[in-house]
């Protein structure tokens, strides 16, 4: 039978290049977010974070960016390495500490 | 410096068994948190704990599924009776006061089939 499930997004990029994952949020009233790194067979992984007071924050090779306006959060990796390889996952706080994570996009570094 | 460690890794069950899933969150943290991913719907949380007191089982899927948090370091969720549409894998997470600027580590994961 044919197969069901989410169709995750998949950003392909060269060894060395920069990447750009994008993810829409849904509710105004998130005052909280995160990146997470999902490897094959393993946990979901914290990468970074941001708050809603804040539209920019770095942390070792990556950069979260938050654009409230259009609720829009995006995760620039730089230099991207095959290790950078996974699934990776925003989610925001929807309040009462209810951490809500999207359908998540597939990274894959081609060296 | 141990993280969240669940258990079983992975599980193999027939229909209609209880399975019962483990987890000891990192030392010190006082929020719990059990998900479940599948490729269908992705990552969802199932129920939140903060002092080992239940604050949203909102997305418990039915009846069949209990969480229980006993003390500070050991947190269950079970399953009974089990159904193949339960295969998924859990995860079980933890942090430090819950959100709002407190980072959830998670486990490695409990992959249950349900056969």
């Known amino acids: 039978g044919e197969s069901v499930g989410l169709h995750l997004p998949t950003l392909s990029v060269q060894e060395g290049d920069n990447s750009i994952i994008n993810c829409a949020y849904s509710?105004?009233?998130?005052?909280?977010f995160i990146w997470y790194k999902q490897e094959s067979g393993k946990g979901p992984q914290f990468i970074i974070d941001?708050?809603?007071?804040?539209d920019k924050r770095q942390g070792q090779r990556v950069t979260v960016l938050l654009n409230k306006t259009v609720k829009h959060l995006s995760l620039q990796i730089a230099a991207t390495q095959p290790g950078d390889s996974a699934v990776y996952f925003c989610?925001?706080?929807?309040?009462?500490?209810?951490?809500?994570f999207g359908a998540g996009t597939i990274l894959r570094v081609k060296s | 410096d141990a993280g969240v460690i669940q258990s079983p890794r992975h599980e193999v069950t027939e229909m209609g068994q209880e399975v019962t899933l483990r987890c000891k969150p990192i030392?010190?943290?006082?929020?719990l948190f059990w998900y479940r991913q599948t490729m269908m719907r992705g990552l969802e949380l199932l129920i939140y704990?903060?002092?080992?007191?239940?604050?949203?089982d909102s997305g418990m899927p039915e009846d069949r599924f209990s969480a229980k948090m006993p003390n500070a370091s050991f947190s269950t969720l079970k399953i009974q009776p089990s159904e193949p549409r339960d295969s998924a894998v859990y995860f079980c997470?933890?942090?430090?006061?819950?959100?709002?600027?407190?980072?959830?580590?998670f486990g490695e994961g409990s992959w249950l089939t349900v056969v």
């Open positions: 997470a933890s942090s430090l006061g819950g959100l709002s600027g407190n980072t959830i580590y």
């Open positions: 509710n105004s009233a998130s005052d909280y």
């Open positions: 941001i708050r809603s007071n804040m």
């Open positions: 989610a925001e706080n929807k309040g009462r500490n209810k951490l809500v």
């Open positions: 030392s010190g943290h006082n929020s």
């Open positions: 704990f903060n002092n080992n007191v239940p604050i949203d």
